[in-house]
């Protein structure tokens, strides 16, 4: 099965930045669309960003566009979530999560459409 783990978080305040990072065992990795989702507490889990197989093609929730960048490394089949500007709203756990689509599909944001999770890193922004 494939394994993804989260490293990374932290407390920070507000204004400031953090990189987590997702590692995963996927045999094929690079075939794998990748997405940042998060969960604050007593909240559902949102979508944060995910980016294609390719690294071509990204896709960001409106509350972090221009403050969050994704990225992957193929080759340290690892993917990134840099924050910066961070506010304390954006405390959360953050989970990585893979999702195996054909190639030429449009990136999903759905929580159900994702295969396979991390356990998540927490992130805690103060003011």
């Known amino acids: 099965q494939v394994q993804l783990v989260e490293s990374g978080g932290g407390s920070v305040q507000a204004g400031g930045s953090l990189r987590v990072s997702c590692a995963t065992s996927?045999?094929?990795?690079?075939?794998?669309?990748m997405g940042w989702f998060r969960q604050a507490p007593g909240k559902e889990r949102e979508f944060v960003a995910a980016?294609?197989?390719?690294?071509?093609?990204?896709y960001y929730a409106d509350s972090v566009k221009g403050r969050f960048t994704i990225s992957r490394d193929n080759a340290k089949n690892t993917v990134y979530l840099q924050m910066n500007s961070l506010k304390p709203e954006d405390t959360a756990v953050y989970y990585c999560?893979?999702?195996?689509?054909?190639?030429?599909?449009?990136?999903?944001?759905?929580?159900?459409?994702?295969?396979?999770w991390g356990q998540g890193t927490q992130v805690t922004v103060s003011s």
């Open positions: 999560a893979a999702d195996r689509i054909p190639r030429g599909s449009n990136l999903r944001i759905g929580i159900s459409e994702y295969d396979y």
């Open positions: 996927a045999r094929t990795f690079s075939s794998y669309s």
């Open positions: 980016i294609m197989w390719s690294g071509g093609n990204t």
